[in-house]
């Protein structure tokens, strides 16, 4: 039996909405969460803050059905919760919770990565390997936006490749949870470049069979993360909280290629 066969088939890939711009785009709700969710960690909306339906449903330009279904699902990460005759309400999510959000991420993607180098076929490999390949060139550019999107690709790449759909479920909501926080991470100075250095040492591992070694480079790559995000989201709360403009990249959409790869790592090869 060669490797990958007998194993349980993959799911088949969710839906991710109608591409817009070159980037897949979510349903309209996926929309709203993501804003949402976005604010909340930026600290632009802090916790207690109110979450009116028919205000929301304004600020959007939606109707309330999109609004409803959007706070329903931030309560199901736990970013939003339900107060008695009060309605929706930003909740307060602590440095301690959010790191054993990232303790939980960590340890299911490191089962993943190992499951997926020692379960993943040829064609899995392969298009995990030129999915890494062709990312360096967002990092070059410098293009944030890009990269988080392959950044979801990548991973859930190594999801589908552990060949568990009991595991990939569980893997999705854990993921699901966190998802505002590893976007705001990549705004930390040469997180991009960083991001790409520790998926290299995941794809290495997993091209040579090595699950133990996948297991260990993921586990240290979403520590990090968790790591990253803190600190964005305490400088960026700490700004919101003094009503001064967020540091960093928060009003550009892209840093320049300098700032995301402070150590050259990815500087054009002289000819």
Known sequence: ????????????????????????????????VQRLADDIV???????????EQELARRFRVSRTPVREALRLLAATGLV????????????????????MFEVMAELEAVCARLAAERMTARERLALETLHRDSAALVRSGDREGYEGVNRHF????????????????VLAARRRVA????VSFHA?????????EH??????????????????MR???????????????????????????????DKPNRTADEEDPHGLFAPRQP
């Open 200 to 217: 290299d040492q995941v794809v290495r591992a997993i091209l040579c069979g090595d699950g133990d070694g996948a297991a260990r480079a």
């Open 220 to 250: 240290a790559h979403v520590r990090i993360v968790s790591v990253a995000s803190a600190e964005v989201v305490a400088t960026r709360t700490a700004a919101a909280t003094i009503d001064r403009p967020f540091p960093d990249t928060a």
């Open 1 to 32: 039996m060669t490797k990958g066969e007998g194993r349980p088939a993959a799911r088949a890939p969710r839906a991710s909405g109608t591409p817009v711009d070159g980037r897949a785009r979510g349903t309209l709700v996926d929309d709203l």
């Open 189 to 197: 100075l040469g997180r991009l470049a960083n991001s790409w250095a």
């Open 180 to 183: 505002a926080f590893r976007r």
């Open 42 to 52: 930026d600290g632009r909306l802090p916790p207690g803050t109110r979450l009116e």
């Open 81 to 100: 919760e339900h107060q008695p005759n009060r309605g929706a309400a930003v909740a307060a999510i602590g440095e301690d919770r959010l790191h054993q």
């Open 155 to 170: 991973h859930t790449a190594l999801y589908r490749g552990a060949h568990n759909g009991e595991l990939e479920e569980t």
